[in-house]
Nanobody, 116 residues
Framework: QVQLVESGGGLVQPGGSLRLSCAAS????????MSWYRQAPGKERELVAR????????NYADSVKGRFTISRDNAKNIMYLQMNSLKPEDTAVYYC?????????WGQGTQVTVSS
């Protein structure tokens, strides 16, 4: 049974930091390109960051470059998103996605709220 479980979300003040985790099981994690997406109320889901299977390539949305860092640990089947210098516009539900040529999987999401 495939599972992607996000954790680490919460309420943080502007300028603060959070680290999101995505724990994967039920598939060969090391073969999959992993991504973080987010969806704010009333907006479409957008790609935040992506990392290839061997961490050889990482891509970020322009809005988070220099503030967010995506990483993965293939030995532990976990992906991370370190978020620094958070802004109110980063408020959204953050989703973990696993993609391979045969298809993709989604997690249930974790809420991140940036507010004073």
């Amino acid at each position: 049974q495939v599972q992607l479980v996000e954790s680490g979300g919460g309420l943080v003040q502007p300028g603060g930091s959070l680290r999101l985790s995505c724990a994967a099981s039920g598939f060969t994690f090391s073969r999959y390109t992993m991504s973080w997406y987010r969806q704010a109320p009333g907006k479409e889901r957008e790609l935040v960051a992506r990392i290839t299977s061997t961490s050889g390539s990482r891509n970020y949305a322009d809005s988070v470059k220099g503030r967010f860092t995506i990483s993965r640990d293939n030995a532990k089947n976990i992906m991370y998103l370190q978020m620094n210098s958070l802004k109110p516009e980063d408020t959204a539900v953050y989703y973990c996605n696993a993609w391979f040529i045969l298809g993709d999987y989604w997690g249930q999401g974790t809420q991140v709220t940036v507010s004073s």
